[in-house]
């Protein structure tokens, strides 16, 4: 079951999206303490690409591979 949207269709979105050639390298989740919040979210994100980072300010990047590089959503 998704974690944040109902889809509302059998058949998600990125299951049905043209190959446009980007594919999500990481997303960095940074939070003052990311420990427990990974800890907390364990269960949410089962995904390698998923890294957590303590940091002073909640922030998240998504590092993504395409066809003209690295790009980095902040």
């Given amino acids: 079951h998704p974690a944040l949207i109902q889809w ?3 058949v998600l979105p990125g299951d ?3 190959a446009s050639g980007c594919r999500l390298n990481r ?7 990311a ?7 364990a269960n949410v994100f089962n995904d390698d690409r998923v890294v957590f980072e303590r940091g002073a300010q ?3 990047h998504a ?3 395409t066809p003209h590089g690295v790009r980095t959503l902040e």
């Fill in 8 to 10: 509302g269709s059998p």
């Fill in 16 to 18: 049905s999206l043209a």
């Fill in 35 to 41: 420990l427990t919040l990974a800890q907390v979210l």
């Fill in 27 to 33: 997303l960095i989740i940074t939070h003052p303490d």
């Fill in 58 to 60: 909640p922030a998240l």
């Fill in 63 to 65: 590092e993504f591979e």
